[in-house]
């Protein structure tokens, strides 16, 4: 529970605690704490897992990143209820020194915490082989997300027609030469132009790279 990470290791080989805080993008991390650097215990109440865990800090969220699966299923797991601990010792322990109740409640929990606070739910990813939880907890604030996305379709429509008025004057162009005079990139070019299409304003004639583009009818 409280060992030193060299006996820690003597016994479980495969142990490692991973810290990383990410506040500025042009660099690796700006703080990292591992159970190996040597100047601390490195243990976490005698943490035990097959394979490591690793927490990362970016400037707008937290992503904790858990070896093996869901026990009880995602669905379960986000309803609470029902509790089955990998290590039962070690949640005997905590419950001992009053941060464990083995209710089942712990996700639950900070879904609920995030819900009050306003920010975007917590999002759970599933990886197997090997097997890996992923937690990821934002700060990004609903209407905030909900803005953001009403500018991309802003965006999206005056890009639109920015192509019908190209279109328009230059007749059948290529995707790299729409690109360019938009100055959007060609795969994001090519996505608004199938929306076009789709849409029923825009048609394309040819394959690959000779395929070009051209109002409908016109």
């Known amino acids: 529970m409280f060992g030193e990470e060299y006996r820690i290791l003597y016994e479980y080989p495969e142990y490692f605690l991973d810290y990383r805080e ?4 042009s660099i690796r991390w700006t703080d990292r704490i591992q159970s190996s650097s040597g100047d601390w215990t490195g243990n976490l109440f005698d943490f035990f897992v097959a394979r490591g865990i690793v927490i990362r800090k970016d400037m707008d969220k937290i992503v904790i990143e858990n070896p093996g699966y869901i026990r009880t299923g995602k669905e379960q797991m986000l309803k609470g209820g029902i509790s089955d601990p990998r290590n ?32 975007e739910s917590p999002s759970v990813e599933e990886q197997y082989n090997p097997d890996r939880t992923i937690l990821t907890l934002t700060f990004i604030k609903k209407q905030a997300e909900k803005e953001k996305a009403i500018g991309k379709a802003a ?20 995707a790299a030469d729409i ?34 583009y051209c109002l409908l009818n016109y």
């Open 155 to 174: 965006k999206t429509i005056e890009n639109k027609n920015r192509i019908i008025t190209f279109l328009q004057e230059a007749g059948s162009s290529k």
């Open 22 to 25: 990410v506040l500025d993008p």
């Open 88 to 119: 039962k010792a070690l949640m005997k322990m905590f419950n001992m020194i009053g941060i464990g109740e083995r209710a089942g409640s712990g996700v639950p929990d900070i879904y609920a915490v995030w819900d009050l606070q306003g920010w």
């Open 179 to 212: 690109a360019m005079h938009i100055g959007l990139s060609s795969a994001r070019t090519r996505v608004i132009l199938s929306e076009l299409i789709d849409e029923g304003r825009v048609q394309a004639d040819g394959n690959g790279r000779s395929r070009r």
